[in-house]
């Protein structure tokens, strides 16, 4: 049996100016709702991963969907990373069907739009983003 896969995006406070990524959860600011994602037996950001390509998935700031950034590096990356998740047309069409190809049932419009939601939420807010993988 396999096991899951989970993926959190949220936004944190960092006017201190440091992360401290061992209290994430509880430094998650409320103003911005978290996304969450589980596949069962798999790994959501593989399947984003996959519907975007190699070229669009590997602009995305952090490392397989695990990234930690402040406020600053938020609004400054918020364009590049609106440009891969913000799809549309036919663009979002086949990357859609890539990530539904996936195995698991997640709906692959929340694997696109909720991590931008976060992103520009929290740009919005002045706040920085944590994103983490666990494997269940």
């Not at 938020?74 to 998740?85: I, Q």
């Amino acid at each position: 049996m396999g096991s899951s896969g989970f993926w959190v995006i949220g936004a944190l406070d960092d006017e201190d100016g440091a992360l401290h990524v061992l209290a994430w959860w509880d430094r998650f600011d409320a103003r911005v709702a978290p996304f969450a994602a589980a596949i069962r037996k798999d790994n959501p950001v593989a399947a984003l991963f996959h519907g975007l390509g190699p070229e669009r998935a590997g602009t995305l700031p952090g490392w397989a969907g695990d990234a930690v950034l402040s406020a600053a590096a938020v609004r400054h990356r918020l364009p590049r990373v609106e440009a891969v998740l913000a799809l549309a047309g036919e663009e979002r069409t086949r990357a859609l069907a890539r990530i539904g190809d996936w195995p698991g049932d997640e709906d692959p419009r929340q694997l696109l739009d909720g991590p931008l939601r976060v992103w520009r939420e929290a740009a919005s807010a002045g706040l920085g983003v944590f994103s983490s993988r666990i494997r269940l």
